[in-house]
């Protein structure tokens, strides 16, 4: 036999990327629960239990609630594949590489895909969208609620009416958004919204949670073929999640039980208190960035994302050198641009169980040491001490979760 | 704010189902291991290990070896849809529910899907491939190693060889079988081979391991369009599975620690050592139920899967309150016939840390329970009496795993 790898031991990261975020020790512990079968009565029941707490977060009493059995990306991949038949023509929003994704999945199921752009680090006009659409049969207007690569936020706005004039589906990527900043997928009429576990959620990574409303449902149901996964396919999967609980595939059983965690924690903080720590947590953040003389990439600050922070790397900076200083010497995860903004600016996220004041206030400490060392100049304590100003005003508790 | 549920609390069930299987205690403390992002440099040095275990099991030296971020289903479609473009024909041996799947996700693919059927209960006969082939132009020939709706194996024999006449490639569904029973990649020269990770490899539910030869590698990088799938197309996979690692999508990272747990376990074990303990438990367990009167769905003791054993569900018996039972008075889950064979058998799991002595005599007992609870007479202790003298020609250890 060949040599066996040793025994596994990660490093203990803070995350502060755009996901995974870190997770509550609750949803740790229910990672661990005793494993039963997804057929076994108990489960079923559980199921249920998991889709009502998906549909208070979506806010939203949409039937077809349910986390698809795959990444964030599966999410997309299940909203286009569902919606497009060969020949259909849908409009995209493309102001990043998420948003841009939907558009390259939607390419591989029909040649008709409209993007709409905008320059990097803004977000789309709805106004560009109802001019690309006028006079054409559009099937759905797709946009990323948060656009992770740029760490822009796409606000809802106009586009439900837009799509409405264009008789058009409207479909909502929330994978960056959903539990870190105000979201109504009832009270915006929104027809597809996903998400992703490992974000705002803090949940394990490896699932997509997604709603659909009726009008979706016929849409599906009037198709003339059956869309070509099996996998991502609506309708077995909606007889598994449904009432029936139909066998289709066997779901990630742990990631379901540390979803349904992460969602209990979600809800006993409340999503309004939620959304405003990942704002208070953002803004001192960004004060405390900008005290450090760092420089927003998104300069509107009404386009900001709140739970992914854009920050340009200075001049004579090396990128690569100063996340791996964060990684060894703090055990800090930040992340890089990607895509278009690769190499040009850092991104940190405060998402979830990582959206907090100790590190907020770590991060920015760390980041002081990593820029002296490369001969950059910081004012001492400049970003700690801005940061800690902002908390003044706010009595936010020490850790997010349950505790109220 | 809506009413919020309860704390998780699972029941503590024995899993003897076609999957999930029950998981070792060092693959529960893998799941808890602290979560880092899967774009960490120590994660990235991490997946590569996974993959040299994965190769070491499957016993192959292909490069693009990974587990697919999906079920075991979705094995069957990144297989399926990667290789078939519109207007392909392929051959898929249908003998039952999941190799039936196969056929149902290619013909989503291409209109031209040729099923060589067998009876139920019977496998495939490789000289039906052949006949039904002749003179066609055909991409693949798919079969279920191990068809668990069923109960039969698929013995590889002559399919290498029908293939390679029809210059066909080899698709093989090992889910139900991959280190369960003998199965080696390279010497059977399978050019696709696929599993999942909650059956014989007790791994946690949600990932399904494959691996694909270069053969493959190069029918994909001929296609004239690309997959329609962007998730399970393997060229953007493998960049990051791949030297690359450039990201294509998060991965459900606590089950890939838990499936590297798994996979050392596998190891520490070794493959043949586990072959041979999964084929005595179940001539053990087919020993006390034949004792007891029972009826084996597969006649023939060659035809039978070794991991999956099927019952015949004697006349007066009522399955699904017989199957409540001992999920309410032992916590034993046991699987009904399902697809075809509903109603009319159980089936009977030993998977990897399923498959222990313990288990077999709790399950025999657990059933003369049951059965005499129906009023069906069973000669007392007659079931645990002939298991028991099955185990006293062998040594096994008491429990799987890294006891040696």
């Known amino acids: 036999m060949r ?11 803070v995350l502060l990327t755009p996901g995974p975020s870190c997770m509550d020790p609750r949803v ?3 990672l661990g629960a005793p494993l039963v079968g997804h057929l076994d009565p108990w489960f079923m029941g559980m199921m249920g239990e998991v889709q009502e707490l998906l549909r208070q977060v979506f806010q939203t009493g949409n039937r077809m609630t349910y986390p698809i059995s795959a990444s964030g990306s599966g999410g997309i991949e299940a909203s286009v594949l569902n919606l497009l038949e060969e020949g259909d023509a849908c409009i995209v929003c493309s102001n990043g590489m998420f948003s841009e994704r939907m558009a390259v999945i939607a390419e591989r199921a029909t040649p008709n895909v409209i993007r709409v752009t905008a320059p990097l680090g803004k977000p789309v006009d709805p106004e560009d969208v109802r001019k690309a659409g006028r006079g054409k049969k559009i099937k ?8 992770t690569s740029t760490a822009v936020v796409q ?3 106009d586009f439900r009416k837009v799509a409405d004039e264009l008789g058009a589906l409207l479909v909502v990527d929330a ?11 009832d009270r915006e009429q929104i027809d597809i919204c996903f998400s992703g576990t490992q974000k705002a959620l803090s949940a394990p990574p490896g699932m997509a949670p997604i709603t659909v409303n009726t009008r979706v449902e016929d849409a599906v149901r009037a198709r003339t073929k059956p869309v070509q996964s099996w996998y991502f396919d609506f309708v077995p999967v909606m007889n598994y999640w449904g009432k029936e609980r139909t066998y289709h595939h066997t779901p990630p059983i742990p990631l379901i039980y540390g979803l349904r965690e992460a969602l209990r924690l979600v809800l006993e903080e409340t999503l309004e208190a939620r959304w405003e720590r990942h704002a208070q947590n953002q803004a001192a953040l960004i004060a405390g960035l900008e005290a450090m003389g760092l420089e927003m990439f998104v300069a509107n600050p009404a386009d900001r994302l709140v739970t992914v922070t854009g920050v340009k790397i200075p001049a004579g900076i090396e990128d690569h050198r100063l996340r791996q200083q964060l990684l060894d010497e703090f055990n800090i995860e930040i992340a890089g641009g990607i895509g278009p903004t690769k190499g040009q600016i850092w991104r940190i996220g405060l998402m979830g169980y ?6 907020v206030l770590l991060v920015l400490a760390a980041l002081e040491k990593a820029l002296l060392d490369q ?3 910081v004012a001492a304590g400049a970003g700690v001490g801005a940061a800690i100003r902002t908390y003044q005003q706010h009595t936010q508790p020490a850790v997010a979760g349950a505790r109220k």
């Open 155 to 157: 606000k809802l706005g």
């Open 28 to 30: 740790y512990k229910a």
């Open 3 to 13: 040599e066996i790898v040793g025994e596994l031991v990660p490093p203990n990261r």
């Open 375 to 377: 001969g950059h100049r």
């Open 354 to 359: 990582s959206s907090q004041k100790t590190n």
């Open 140 to 147: 759905f207007v797709g946009l990323a609620h948060g656009e």
């Open 175 to 185: 994978v960056a958004t959903l539990a870190g900043l105000r979201l109504d997928v």
